[in-house]
């Protein structure tokens, strides 16, 4: 079972950065007024952020990045692991992160890489660039993580546009005496389709055919390269796994659950996300939202709650579930993390 | 568990439908107020309230409210 501990590594400063236009849900007109209410009410999602043409995750991580070098006045030589977390790289050749090495000015001792990972990706992305900096004493590390869905997403499928939203993040980690993380890291691949992009990878490469639009039912028309999602597939899969996941994290870093300061879930939608923390059994007041201002970031949603909902504190619950499927959850020590306002590209 | 206790609940989940509207042989998708976020919290409020899994197979299979009762009605 994927449990573990990562030791001897802080979290020293969190980053995030969102794209100035704002859309607004009560403008969607795929749904009707009276849908569009209670999507806002139930789904919890007003606003969405939406980057403009040609600007990229890459773009706005490596803005957050910029803004927690320049703030701890870090020396960047001292960079020496970079790891971007997206399923919206640049380019399919070359991976992205050598692109965001460049960008920050970081010196040529530094390992870089992506990990094609979406809700999950920011506590996997910590437990993996965790696992790589307790080996490396005096070293630090940079953990970026974003997805600029809006790119993949039909404007004309109301099952999907009305979700998404862009933003980017930026994580400082360094070596420090003492220090634990705990993971647990799930997943379900029999399900790898309920999100899915299904042309342009070597599967499915793309042709002529990947443009053609299709109505799909009233209301949802995308082709072949816009992003698919099965909501109730998902919506069950959370309230299944979860819960369950939280508790034996819990359970093997016997932390009890009303010592959990704040809990920071991925972002996904209200209705659900309120099933699993009731479940859970987390009260109200220790689970943010920025649902409402910032929709559904994917990967870079825990990072964006937390710069939205700033804390220092000891027993930090961190939790993300979808694409994949994968899940996973961490329990982590934010005491001397420097947390910023969420920055705008 | 009885279906009555379940049609309550399901009535409750609506906001502009008549709850006389709706009884166990009610075709649920032909409900104005029917839509992909309404089968949410007709899951949501299976879970909360009677601790089933409501699937989304349950959901594109069934017809009636007595359907989606008897999906859940088993486990």
């Not at chain 1, 859309?23 to 007024?33: G, K, P, R």
């Not at chain 1, 109301?158 to 005496?177: H, I, M, Q, R, W």
Request: hydrophobic share 40%; net charge negative; aromatic share 8%.
């Amino acid at each position: 079972m994927p449990l573990f501990s990562v030791s001897n590594i802080q979290i020293k400063s969190v980053a995030a950065c969102v794209p100035s236009q704002t859309e607004d849900n009560q403008s969607f007109e795929l749904l009707n007024e009276t849908e569009r209410n209670l999507f806002i009410k139930t789904i919890g999602i007003r606003y969405r952020r939406i980057v403009e043409s040609g600007i990229t995750a890459a773009d706005l991580c490596t803005k957050a990045a910029n803004a927690i070098l320049t703030n701890n006045n870090l020396n960047r030589e001292d960079i020496q692991v970079l790891i971007f977390v997206s399923q919206t790289p640049d380019y399919l050749i070359p991976f992205t992160a050598c692109i965001i090495q460049d960008k920050l000015g970081l010196s040529k001792n530094c390992m870089a890489f992506d990990i094609n990972l979406g809700c999950s990706g920011y506590v996997y992305g910590l437990s993996i660039i965790g696992a790589l900096l307790q080996n490396m004493p005096g070293a630090k590390g940079l953990l970026l993580v974003g997805d600029c869905s809006s790119t993949c997403i039909s404007m004309q499928d109301k099952s999907v546009a009305p979700l998404f939203s862009d933003a980017g993040s930026a994580t400082l980690l360094e070596y420090k005496e003492g220090e634990q993380m705990h993971f647990h890291l799930q997943t379900d691949g029999k399900e790898f389709d309920d999100i899915i992009i299904s042309d342009g990878g070597m599967k499915h490469p793309f042709v002529s055919d990947s443009l053609l639009y299709k109505e799909i039912a009233i209301g949802q028309v995308r082709n072949n390269l816009h992003m698919k999602l099965d909501g109730m597939k998902i919506f069950n899969f959370a309230l299944r796994e979860v819960p369950g996941n939280v508790a034996q994290l819990l359970e093997y870093s016997a932390l009890p659950k009303d010592q959990i300061d704040k809990a920071y879930f991925h972002q996904a939608n209200l209705l659900m996300n309120e099933r699993v923390r009731i479940k859970i059994g987390l009260p109200e007041e220790k689970v943010p939202y920025t649902l409402y201002d910032y929709g559904n970031t994917s990967s870079a949603s825990i990072p964006l709650t937390l710069c939205a909902y700033p804390i220092q504190s000891q027993n930090v619950l961190l939790s993300g579930f979808g694409v994949g499927l994968s899940w996973g959850s961490a329990l982590v020590n934010l005491n001397e993390a420097d947390i910023l306002p969420i920055l705008t590209y | 568990m009885e279906i009555a206790l379940f049609i309550e609940n399901f009535k409750d989940c609506f906001n502009e439908t008549a709850a006389d509207s709706i009884n166990e042989n009610t075709i649920f998708r032909d409900l104005e107020e029917w839509n992909s976020m309404m089968a949410l919290i007709i899951i949501a409020m299976i879970d909360a309230e009677f601790g089933k899994v409501l699937t989304a197979d349950n959901i594109r299979e069934s017809k009636t409210v007595k359907d989606l009762f008897n999906c859940i009605a088993t486990q």
